[in-house]
């Protein structure tokens, strides 16, 4: 309980929260030092390891009435069993999302290991989910979660450390757990520090952070190295998981990607290889966020932070990126291909599915809709991705914002300006109102490439994305927009579900020609050659910052008639427009697509969502009905239930494939 004069107080939650920070910071700068790329399963072996504690402290039964002994030993083996946890779950990461994308020189592409660890953050975000299903307070035949929401493990611990009091004075208390926390932070950023300083692993480990090639020469082995540093930084981020549980008495299954970009954001500020650094940079996190949550409000603290990484990630640049090597073409497709004849009859397939799906009584017109929405955002991250090569994680903020410019524009009940509008607006207005907005949105974001390196860039991106869902989440209902009146096209109201599926499949047609007919151009000419080799293109007369801010501009403004098209259709925008896992998935089907073609964009697009709107509910219900509702093991591998584990293993096996047909 705060008192009216809370600093002192403050002081040793902030001082507490940063040492958690600091942990998993000191396992970041140590990971990021070798690989040169951030990991995103990072703050996902977080999250599960916390799992794992709770879990396992529920399996020992520690209670704190145990005698003094017994008690510390218990302890000791759950931060053993942590940081091993940590360690093995940090070692397959490298395996398989960084050790396949590097080449006999030790480098290789940034972005693909980036997009692999993507996948496999959504893997184990899934372990999460199935978790759930193990524990004591699992019911069988229990369904809690929402539709479309999941529901995460919701285990607690009793207190298992000693609240003894060491310290008392006129504002604040300092428990022995609050100590033990902070002193293992410090600890552990001496024990690091005198690691890389004072032994030979420690020596290589720096020796490749700072030229791989030169140790190379020197006779140290890349490959063994990263791997140690990786184990290393994984038994770190399992002990920052262990106090993390023991000290809030549960687990941190959900945020993982957040609590990872706040250790990166320490890492940063702390100076990448420094662990030191990193300590002092959390607990300056940790004082930062304290005071917010107090004096500001505290949902709002996450987006601070968010900003914060965003600022140091700029300021760290220091002027125009250098050019990098082609390392997209395993992502990337070079020049435009001619279509072949199966494309007439995919387009005739689009034309006549309403009448299909009345004749054969499917009723899926407003999933082929869903579906379509979905092409027509591949096709604006294709021009990012595919053309420009660049990667945006926070793809989905375009959509999500012209959903809501499309609410706005057209729902008297969502705010004055639709109110002050002669209704109903045309949707080419509409639309033509999301582009400007989208374009414009992409349009800021391009400067950023004249800063930061393909991977940087992409973690900015992510960021922003994050503080788009955490400012729309932190409006409350307000973000809820229902009612949205039906599309009217030409004066003509598109009332059936039939007329919006040729609506949104005439905008993807569109979209597609239009591409085509653009990356012949010398625009895309222009895209092509900076994707191929940034300094040949910009010696030629290309401007980089120009093409690339072009690049942002029409790619978000496709996403952003996605997202109207989004609205109009269903009715309906919310924050789940703006959710990571819609740019993520966007991602997917630009990859599996071949990154850089349209049509084929398209058939994965219908792939990627067909699967997961319904071929897993149809594929679920089937299985249903062999399954009894007190199964453990069967409500735990529940298709439906299953739908992260598929999508990031279906992510992370196609940037594989596509990076390894890339180097043939």
């Given amino acids: 309980m705060l008192t009216a004069d809370p600093v002192g107080q403050l002081l040793v939650i902030g001082l507490t929260n940063g040492a958690v920070i600091a942990l998993n910071a000191i396992a970041v700068t140590l990971v990021y030092a070798v690989a040169r790329t951030l990991n995103l399963a990072h703050g996902d072996v977080f999250a599960l390891t916390s799992v794992l504690v709770t879990s396992l402290v529920t399996a020992l039964g520690l209670r704190l009435a145990w005698p003094p002994l017994a008690l510390a030993g218990g302890l000791a083996l759950t931060l053993g069993a942590a940081a091993a ?36 953050s959504f893997v184990l975000y899934q372990g999460a989910l199935i978790w759930r299903y193990f524990l004591p307070n699992w019911l069988p035949g229990e369904h809690r979660s929402v539709p479309g929401v999941p529901e995460l493990p919701r285990d607690s611990i009793p207190e298992v450390l000693p609240t003894l009091t060491l310290a008392a004075g006129p504002g604040f208390t300092l428990t022995f757990k609050d100590a033990l926390v902070i002193g293992l932070a410090v600890l552990a950023a001496a024990g690091v520090w005198l690691f890389l300083e004072r032994t030979r692993s420690g020596r290589a480990i720096r020796a490749v952070s700072q030229n791989l090639e030169l140790a190379r020469v020197l006779g140290v082995n890349p490959d063994a190295v990263i791997a140690q540093t990786f184990l290393l930084g994984g038994a770190l981020a399992g002990l920052a998981a262990a106090v993390f549980a023991l000290y809030y008495t549960h687990p941190f299954a959900n945020a993982g990607a957040q609590s990872g970009l706040i250790a990166f954001a320490a890492a940063i500020l702390g100076g990448i290889g420094n662990p030191v650094g990193a300590l002092g940079a959390g607990l300056l996190l940790g004082l930062a966020a304290a005071f917010s949550d107090y004096y500001l409000v505290a949902r709002w603290t996450p987006l601070l932070l968010q900003a914060l990484l965003i600022g140091l990630l700029i300021v760290r640049a220091r002027g125009p990126a250098a050019a990098e090597p082609a390392d997209r073409e395993a992502l990337t497709a070079g020049a435009p291909r001619p279509a072949g004849r199966w494309v007439w009859g995919l387009a005739a397939l689009g034309l006549l599915y309403p009448v299909l799906d009345q ?101 900015v991106t992510l960021a922003l994305g994050q503080m788009a869902r955490i400012w729309l989440t932190g409006l409350g209902e307000g973000a809820n927009i229902a009612a949205i009146p039906a599309p009217r096209l030409f004066t003509f109201a598109l009332l059936t579900p039939a007329a919006r599926y040729y609506l949104a499949g005439g905008a993807v047609a569109l979209a597609a020609w239009a591409g085509g007919r653009l990356l012949r151009s010398r625009i895309g000419r222009a895209w092509r050659a900076l994707n191929d080799d940034e300094a040949a293109a910009a010696s030629s007369g290309v401007d980089p910052a120009r093409y690339r801010t072009l690049a942002f501009a029409l790619g978000s403004a496709l ?63 089937f299985l249903a009905q062999f399954q009894a509702a007190d199964q453990r093991f069967g409500s735990a591998f529940d298709p439906r239930g299953l739908s992260y584990l598929n999508f990031g293993l279906a992510l992370y096996l196609t940037v594989l494939f596509r990076a390894r047909r890339g180097r043939r």
């Fill in 85 to 120: 946890g940590g360690a093995a779950l940090m070692g397959l990461v490298e395996r398989a999302a960084f050790r396949p994308f590097r080449d006999a020189a030790g480098a290789g592409s940034r972005l693909a290991p980036l997009i692999a660890t993507l996948g496999l």
């Fill in 359 to 459: 004749a054969l009584g499917l009723q899926r017109l407003a999933t082929a809709t869903s579906l379509a929405v979905d092409a027509l955002l591949a096709l604006g991250l294709n021009v990012l991705l595919g053309w420009a090569g660049l990667l945006d994680l926070g793809f989905a903020v375009s959509f999500g914002l012209g959903g809501y410019v499309a609410a706005l524009l057209t729902n008297p009940y969502a705010g004055p300006l639709a109110a002050a509008l002669p209704q109903p607006l045309d949707f080419s207005a509409v639309a033509a109102a999301s582009a400007l907005a989208g374009g414009l949105f992409g349009a800021l974001k391009g400067p950023l490439t004249r800063r930061l390196r393909s991977d940087d860039l992409a973690i």
């Fill in 559 to 621: 996403a952003a008639v996605a997202g109207a098209l989004f609205a109009v259709s269903f009715t309906y925008i919310d924050p789940e427009a703006v959710d990571f896992r819609l740019s993520a998935m966007a991602l997917a089907m630009v990859i599996l697509g071949g990154a850089g073609g349209g049509p084929g964009l398209i058939v994965a697009a219908g792939l990627v969502g067909g699967y997961d709107r319904v071929v897993i509910p149809l594929l679920g219900a």
